[in-house]
């Protein structure tokens, strides 16, 4: 699918758990454990978007579902700068780790959408050809 056999190959995924472990080390911060709510919605919108992009690819070969993954993941990756603003806002974060964090967030949100449309516009591949149980592996013997 996409040139790609593991979710781990998805630039999307790639942007997006970078992302996540920036985050990760923010929330580490004594300040930011202060305030649980906070950094427990925060921690779900920013795992969110790799966990849907691996979910996706994993669940086969229908594009369209795995676009609907894509949709997900490109929403909470939204939620991730309004998120990181309000850190900003806060005093958190600087304004130098909070533009860094949007420009990783755009890349991530831009990967996601093109792979989003390019799983729209082409057809399906077709299914995996399993061998049925009675036929022989010629290797295997």
Sequence with gaps: MAGFRKFQDIIAWQLSRTLKLRVDAFM???EFKRKYKYVDQLSDSVRSAPRNIAEGHMRGFKHKEFA???RVAR?????????LIDAHDQKLISRAELADCVSLARR???ATTRLMQW???TP???PPRYKKEDEKDPDST
């Design 28 to 30: 580490a911060r004594p």
């Design 68 to 70: 609907l993954f894509l």
């Design 75 to 83: 929403g909470s990756l939204g939620e991730v700068l309004n998120h």
């Design 108 to 110: 991530a949100i831009k």
């Design 119 to 121: 799983l729209e516009s």
């Design 124 to 126: 399906d591949p077709p």
